[in-house]
């Protein structure tokens, strides 16, 4: 069964006037936005100061080993190879490139990055970028189990809203993940006239949204457009609130392994689809569920901030931290907890505690 690498490799030499641009496509200029562009890709919105998607690949392809080294979590060997692939093919080499954000805010606690493509005039995408490697931006997704707005949020907003300011044609929005979630948000904040001049928005296992954002019209103005993939085990996808209906695709790996959109099998030149959930992933979804309906916002701030705390604490920066010394970090995270104020440590168990028995109950 083939992923988004085979796929390149058997329809890269068509153009898009051979073979129509497909779902896969996007997802695969989705999936190579998560490598590091910071040196390479123009910031500038202006399409003409953007480089193509070949230039992209030979600038990359002198960092590659070096920046796999530093964040094997982000810059693994199959998205790298799919550069590889997309950057020579017939298919995408001459796609436009521009656009590219990455900001991350210890402070404000906000990781965000995109990136824009456009290979036709009339039309441009704007790709959000998911979870990257940093701590920051892990207590930032966790931060949408009790706020409608995080930072990330804003600068998704305001992403968009320059774009169509400089840019009078049709815009496409996708993200990944946390991506997804970004892109949808930015989407639903826009004025009616930007609205108006949006196409598609694609969410691969993309969290939905705060509950009181699904009850804003900007909100039901852009559900007709919105596109949701996730896994048959999925978890990050069901997270949070969705009137959006989903997709099913088969992928070939374990639990939350399911993730990443490398693993989704495809067959055909399509999607290899599922009608059902595993069982799994709907009790995930109910303990989630029923678990931050059981906590108050409140409380969940305090848990997330206590919890985040204590992997600062214990030295962790990154999920690259994490590689070959999992243990270490999970004995050194204990050993601080028991070093917390009490009021904390009562707090981080009860809260932990109340997930446990939600699952099991």
Known sequence: MGNLITYVQKYGAQTFEDKLLTDIDVLVLTEIAYLPFDEIVPQSFDVTDAISLNQLGKEFEKIKEKEHEKNPFMITEERIQLLELVSNSQRYKDIKVFGFMNDIDDELTKQFAAVSYQWEEENRWIIFRGTDESLTGWKEDFMMTYSPIIPAHKDAKEYLEQQAKVFDGKI??????????????????????????????????????????????GYRAVVPLAMRYIPQDALVGLLLESEIPYVIVKSNAFAALQHSALTWEIENGQFVTMDHLTKNSQLND????????????????????????????????TINDVFGKFMHYVQEFFKAAGQMDEEKRELLTRVALLLLQTRFN
């Not at 979630?181 to 939905?208: H, W």
């Not at 569920?289 to 030295?315: A, H, N, Q, R, Y």
Request: glycine share 8%; aromatic share 12%; hydrophobic share 40%.
């Open 172 to 217: 496409l929005l996708s993200g990944h993940s946390k991506g997804g979630n970004l892109a949808l948000y930015a989407a639903a904040t826009q004025e009616k006239e930007v609205q108006s001049r949006l196409g598609k928005i694609f969410c691969f296992d993309s969290p939905g949204l705060h509950r009181s954002i699904l009850e804003t019209e």
């Open 286 to 317: 109910q303990t989630f569920k029923k678990w931050t309906e059981e906590v108050s916002d409140e409380e969940l701030e305090l848990f997330w901030d206590v919890f985040f705390e204590l992997l600062f604490t214990i030295g962790l920066d």
